[in-house]
Nanobody, 123 residues
Framework: QVQLVESGGGLAQAGGSLRLSCAAS????????MGWFRQAPGKERELVAG????????YYADSTKGRFAISRDNAKNTAYLQMNSLKPEDTAVYYC????????????????WGQGTQVTVSS
């Protein structure tokens, strides 16, 4: 079982940037495909970016494509989400997740979750 801890959230202005980190413990990050989800008040949790565990194939939601970048450093057992050109609609709690594949992250089947970190973007 893997434990995940997010950091790096906070307040940013529209057009600004933030980088989220997800530190893993318990098992090596290389064993998992990694994803970043977000959940805004009153909305469902959505997958905004993912990266596969072996080949490093990436996935982005249409709303984040071209602005967000997911990466992983297996040596540091850490995944990242670089968020640029932030918009007020990016405001949400962001969750790191680990799963066996991008498909399982999308379906949320057997996924491990972090506790979440708040991102607030002011206009």
């Amino acid at each position: 079982q893997v434990q995940l801890v997010e950091s790096g959230g906070g307040l940013a202005q529209a057009g600004g940037s933030l980088r989220l980190s997800c530190a893993a413990s318990g098992r090596t990050l290389s064993s998992y495909s990694m994803g970043w989800f977000r959940q805004a008040p009153g909305k469902e949790r959505e997958l905004v970016a993912g990266i596969s565990r072996y080949v490093g194939i990436t996935y982005y939601a249409d709303s984040t494509k071209g602005r967000f970048a997911i990466s992983r450093d297996n040596a540091k057992n850490t995944a990242y989400l670089q968020m640029n050109s932030l918009k007020p609609e990016d405001t949400a709690v962001y969750y790191c997740a680990a799963g066996q594949s991008l498909d399982r992250l999308r379906s949320r089947e057997n996924v491990y979750w972090g506790q979440g970190t708040q991102v607030t973007v002011s206009s």
